[in-house]
């Protein structure tokens, strides 16, 4: 499944977004956002739960400053410039993360279950040998997972016969694991965000 990629993965802060607010800027660079797609603001603090994903009202690409349809709920920091300088080479800044893809899979929420997006290789009742294989680009899935078990929102299960890529895509804000692997090999991931899982992002068992 390939969807169209887009230039825009990761930006920072370029000034403190507080609690309430409902307008961020950032470092306008590359940034291509349109009206109704969906960012995250990752943690600062020491609290890794202290995080933030809105949808964009308006983003204005001469200043950098975006419009959120609804008020942070926690404080990011953010600055004019990298504090690299400062702190051994490490930007501290608040990193604002883009979640929309056009190639979308989102989950209805019924009794804490989400998409799944399943991948496995298999015997047949009549011995037929069925090989799974996966090749995501540029693909987001939204509300995956099955709250309080391992079934992830992107999950592979006996996979060993063929080669599995997941690039540029976006996994978020689903009720239990990301994404989980059992008995698998052979799978390239690229270049991916997976973001405010409840239980689990990355698991292999």
Known sequence: MYGK??????????????????????????????????????????????RDARNVVSYDKNTGLIELDEALEWYHFGADKSTAEKYNGVDIR????????????????????????????????????????????????????QKNTRSAALRFENTITNKHTVKNCAVHEGPGWMVNGVRSANMQFDNNIFWGGNQVGVGWN
């Open 5 to 50: 990629e887009r230039s825009f993965k990761m930006t920072r802060l370029l000034a403190p977004a507080k609690i309430g607010d409902k307008t961020i800027t950032v470092d306008k660079k590359n940034v291509d956002l349109v009206q109704g797609d969906r960012i995250a603001l990752a943690p600062t603090g020491i609290k890794y739960d202290t």
């Open 94 to 145: 608040g990193e604002v993360l883009s979640l929309s893809r056009n190639v979308r899979i989102v989950g209805t929420e019924v009794e804490d279950w989400g998409a799944q997006v399943l991948t496995a290789d298999i015997m047949e009742e009549d011995l037929e040998f069925r090989e799974g294989l996966t090749n995501l680009d540029s693909v987001e899935i939204q509300y995956g997972g």
